[in-house]
């Protein structure tokens, strides 16, 4: 049983249902910073070098890596690794295991096919560690030219985000900001990654190695910098910020209560007077009473930018999440779909392979409430 598991932040090793399974069996976790695989830099590696191994071997249609696997996963465990000078077999074991020799055991074997299979097995596995080795040392050469010492930073510093990896509204990224911020320092969580204080509406976590930060510099001059937000307006005795601009409009299907049909909600994306854009947030229509002006502004700008339209016609639909109902029409057979965003429609006769997995789970789920109903 492992003491410590170092894994990425994917959904299948930070879930409660694994982070409660780590608390039981007393295993500490440790999960690496957003987009920096070099946290967990030996299993990238091993994982770099068994794919550079599979490229020299595996055939030009690439579909027999996985007869591959077992050879590449027995040579590198086999051969020493720089780190400890011994092969991960003798530190576990105790002792390399025997593998074919290197030439047969008598000069003239009886059967000439299983001479001829033992050479073949002993050059495969030779060829094997020879590929491994030259990976590492390939690899180890290119990091080592672009590496740099790594930026310090301190708790209240305050420091710009790298967009690469972050996935903002805006239609083109090759357009967008390559940074955003700036954000504060909140503290330094390892070696060389910091936690941020991010805007409370990003859904993303909010440590980052220091490789995709850099200082934020104040301006030179009085007139660039950035004047502070003003405070909120008390209106009927709640706080209002004021709308600097509408920047885009969203609506989504939201489900009713049992018996209740769903209804369209519409979002506005809000550029508050004051605030950089990291700040920008989707407020409900119905929230926005006092702000028809603002509203008006955007329809009319919406109305004369052709542009705009042509960029939401190109966005890519909502994945499908579930299938709620189904009636028959003549032949035909209609199924209900709702797709991430909320929003519902009437499919006839769906394809079967795009839609296999949620009318299974349809047609299971409306079995079993089936069997309910008719039970005394």
Sequence with gaps: MPQVVISDRGPQFVSAFMKELYRMLDITQNASTAFHPQTDGQTERVNQEVEKYLRIFINYHQNDWADWLPLAEFAHNNRAHSATGRSLFMILYGR????????????NAKIPAASNFSKAMAQVHKETEQALEEAAGRMKAQYDKHKRPAKEYHVGDKVWLDTTN???????KK???KRVGPFLVLEKTGASAYKLKLPPHWKIHPRFNEKLLSPFIPPSFPNQEQPPPPPPELIDGEEEWEIEEILDLKTRKVRGKRGQPSTTVIDYLIKWTGHTREHNSWVMASEMGNAQEAIAEYEEKMGSNERVNVVKIATPRSPLTMVLNHHFDGEDILYL???????QK????PDVTLFENFLVEYWSNYEHHSLQKTRP
């Design 175 to 177: 357009l967008d900001d």
């Design 96 to 107: 390399n295991p025997c593998i074919l020799p290197d030439s047969p055991r008598t000069p």
């Design 346 to 349: 009437w499919v006839k006769n």
């Design 337 to 343: 779909c709702q797709r991430e965003d909320g929003t």
């Design 166 to 172: 972050l996935h903002l509204p805006r239609p083109k």
